[in-house]
């Protein structure tokens, strides 16, 4: 019944390591976002796609390379990664419509 | 500097009081939403507002829209430790571009 999932919920890697989070969406939207969120908690737009075809790129590095296969799938690959990583990684969905995003129960990074 | 600022960024009140979160912004926007995020989960949504000037209530939950669609409020009456979380607004524009406040974290004290 879970509307958005993430996978894993907790990651723990060295860096320079490449690392994969996966996100799923049952609801049909067809629009879905990853969310970085800092240690100050806040919400930083990384990543939008709709119809599995990308709309928002924000300045992000390019060691992150999201890739979704079809509308409920967006999952997020990261190469080399950094200490500056080390954050809070969400998932969401909406419907472009309806403009309300409902969101995964996120992905603790934490790179050693 | 964030397209949307949240005041104030820490707040800490007995159960039973009132209390209001600011949400401002320069740039006019087609919606705002409120989220309340709890430890360890994802942002919730808790209202949409559309119209310039538009309030709705959610049980003690009371939101409101600016005229001119840049700003927004919410105000808790007789908080309780319940409303404990970190409350997020977030500005819509066209294109399903969102811009998410820079939070505001709550703790109701029993």
């Known amino acids: 019944d879970t509307a958005v999932s993430q996978t894993p919920k907790y990651l723990v890697t060295q860096m320079g390591n490449d690392k994969s989070i996966k996100c799923e969406q049952n609801?049909?939207?067809?629009?879905m976002y990853w969310y970085k969120q800092d240690s100050k908690k806040f919400l930083k737009i990384m990543f939008s796609?709709?119809?599995?075809?990308?709309?928002i790129n924000e300045t992000v590095p390019n060691r992150f390379s999201p890739k979704s296969p079809d509308k409920a799938h967006l999952n997020l690959h990261i190469n080399s990664l950094e200490l500056g990583d080390s954050a809070v990684y969400f998932c969401?969905?909406?419907?472009?419509?309806?403009?309300?995003?409902?969101f995964g129960p996120g992905t603790r990074l934490l790179v050693l | 500097t964030q397209l949307l600022e949240q005041s104030p960024q820490f707040l800490s009140i007995q159960e039973g009081e009132n209390l209001t979160v600011y949400c401002n912004s320069s740039?006019?926007?087609?919606?705002l939403q409120w989220y309340r995020q709890e430890p360890g989960e994802g942002p919730v949504l808790l209202v949409t507002?559309?119209?310039?000037?538009e309030v709705k209530k959610l049980k003690r939950l009371t939101f409101q829209f600016g005229d001119a669609r840049k700003d927004s409020s919410l105000h808790i009456t007789a908080a309780q430790p319940g409303d404990t979380g970190l409350y997020l607004c977030?500005?819509?524009?066209?294109?399903?571009?969102?811009?998410f406040g820079t939070g505001t974290s709550l703790t109701v004290i029993p």
């Open positions: 969401a969905s909406s419907h472009i419509a309806r403009e309300t995003q409902y």
């Open positions: 609801l049909g939207h067809d629009t």
């Open positions: 796609y709709n119809n599995k075809e990308l709309i």
């Open positions: 740039s006019v926007f087609s919606s």
């Open positions: 507002v559309v119209t310039g000037g």
């Open positions: 977030a500005g819509a524009r066209t294109g399903n571009q969102f811009y």
